[in-house]
């Protein structure tokens, strides 16, 4: 039939179709992180849970993506900053146009050094958390951390203005 041969003869992906709402407050309840951290203190829960000499124990890497609790926990505080954005910035995203790649706990500190809102993020360990545009991360990986751009060229920004919302004040 004419519909299974149009079906066939399309070649290539399914374009991508986003919808629907995206939450754009605070990720996590502060309080309610703070409780956990209380109950998990209060019964005993550190690390990963899991006995040293467990056959379940996941055996400690870099590219071991898990975290003891009280880690996991203390990025979730951190995450429920309500000025923090719901998206983050991989860090290889920002050596991509510096001279190497970036210490992400030294940007966190010295973008909060100049006043911005920074934390790691829960969902990714090589990447940030921060209100400050993606073009004022670089800014202070190169003025606050001592980074170089890379000499190769400077940074395009048509590449870095998604970080750029404004917002309407009428």
Known sequence: SSSSSSSSSRSGPT????SGPMWTGPLHDKDFIAAMCAKASEWGWHGSGVPAD???MIKQSKNNKQKPLEVLLDILQQEAEPQLPPWYIRISTLAQHLNTTPSR???IAALRARGYVAGPCH??????RTNATTQQVLQTAV???GYEYRQQSAVPQESIRHQDVETSTS
């Open 143 to 145: 003025e606050g951390c």
């Open 105 to 107: 706990d030294k940007l």
């Open 15 to 18: 374009p991508l179709v986003l």
């Open 123 to 128: 969902v990714e360990n090589r990447a940030l």
């Open 54 to 56: 467990s056959p379940h």
